[in-house]
């Protein structure tokens, strides 16, 4: 089971940036997926997450209306298109994928938001 994360680097205040995720080892489509935030000395947080058929996905307050999770199950990928970035978007961002007790991780990839 893996799953890879791409798309992170640097941007300046205001700019996009589009994650994804691919799966490979598992049935995507039989997974939630979510993306989690982890900045220099803080602690991981959930940013967005989306049910199995997509139908459902949920953001924590801060990125509501800025950033937009969603998945390609034909591809076994999730995105994150996240918009008017700001500084405080900064951290490594991850994908999960969750069934019932099963849980899976990516390494993370890199956002910096900076001018």
């Known amino acids: 089971e893996q799953l890879v994360e791409s798309g992170g680097g640097l941007v300046q205040p205001g700019g996009s940036l589009r994650l994804s995720c691919a799966a490979s080892g598992f049935t995507f489509s039989n997974y939630a997926m979510s993306w989690y935030r982890q900045a220099p000395g803080k602690e991981r947080e959930l940013v967005a997450g989306?049910?199995?058929?997509?139908?459902?996905?949920n953001y924590v307050n801060p990125v509501k209306g800025r950033f937009t999770i969603s998945r390609d199950n034909a591809k076994s990928t999730v995105y994150l298109q996240m918009n008017t970035l700001k500084p405080e978007d900064t951290a490594v961002y991850f994908c999960?994928?969750?069934?019932?007790?099963?849980?899976?991780w990516g390494q993370g990839t890199q956002v910096t938001v900076s001018s």
């Open positions: 999960t994928a969750d069934r019932g007790s099963r849980r899976y």
């Open positions: 989306i049910s199995v058929g997509g139908g459902i996905t």
